[in-house]
């Protein structure tokens, strides 16, 4: 299933055609569920396909123009890219609503890429709060040609930074499985930071639920994790790494009765 389900509002037919073409060919992961050329036709689109994201035009006269659709929508929980020819909106759309992204006509590949990965982040965002909030966390994470992967956090013991990509290291079955997403380590630090995610060096985000031991060094360490997997702890992060590992060991809500050092 697609991440991000889009709507088109823009009166120029031609605009229309060309950035569902463009979508179909670079973003896999958008699926377009309508299109509009007029406000009330826009609103009905809205109401029937349930978007979570519009990519909206600002000058559709004589029938409104995008603020006038934005106010008619607002019951409905979705984000805009707003798409004009005219930059001076920008300010009036800021403060309308805020937007996820403001593409100026005639906009880059590289400009609609980036506003495109801009929204997904922030659907998938919402999706894993909505499952937070419910006890049921996990998280969706892209991995290339092959779609999306949906993991539990709980089942994730580390990530490990690679370049533009992450290596996520996973219990199942009893055993580590390494699986390497699409995502930067920043952005999943973001996403999993309500799940008990710490980030103990630039290249390790760790689940401080699963470890298993620690070692200091000096004044760094590492810690250790199922299958004599180790990871790096930094001069900078020991000692928030010690109280944070101290506080779940007093409260584990459910984990292990401590997690012990193994020097």
Not at 224 to 236: D, E, L, R, T
Request: overall charge neutral; proline content about 4%; aromatic content about 10%.
């Amino acid at each position: 299933m697609n991440n991000v389900r889009a709507l088109l509002v823009d009166d120029e037919i031609g605009a229309i055609q060309t950035l569902q073409k463009i979508l179909h060919l670079y973003c896999q992961d958008v699926e377009v569920v309508g299109y509009a050329r007029s406000v009330p036709e826009a609103v009905r689109q809205v109401k029937q396909h349930q978007p979570n994201l519009v990519f909206l035009d600002i000058e559709m006269t004589p029938a409104g123009n995008g603020f006038d659709f934005i106010e008619q929508t607002r019951e409905n929980d979705f984000g805009v890219i707003f798409t004009t020819a005219y930059p001076q909106y920008a300010i009036q759309a800021i403060k309308s609503i805020q937007p996820w992204y403001y593409l100026v006509k005639p906009f880059s590949l590289a400009d609609l890429l980036q506003a495109v990965e801009v929204a997904a982040t922030k659907i998938q965002e919402i999706k894993d709060r909505a499952n937070e909030e419910t006890g049921r966390f996990s998280i969706t994470l892209p991995i290339g040609r092959k779609g999306n992967i949906i993991l539990k956090t709980d089942d994730i013991l580390y990530c490990k930074a690679d370049q533009s990509v992450s290596e996520v290291y996973v219990a199942r079955g009893g055993e580590v499985e390494k699986i390497v997403v699409f995502c930067s380590l920043g952005n999943l630090e973001k996403r999993l930071s309500g799940a008990g995610f710490f980030r103990t060096h630039h290249s390790y985000l760790v689940n401080i639920s699963r470890i298993e031991g620690y070692a200091k060094t000096g004044r760094c360490g590492t810690a250790q994790f199922a299958k004599n997997h180790i990871v790096s702890i930094s001069v900078s992060k020991m000692k928030e790494f010690e109280f944070l590992v101290g506080t779940y060991a007093k409260n584990p809500a459910g984990g292990p009765d401590q997690i012990p050092g193994f020097l």
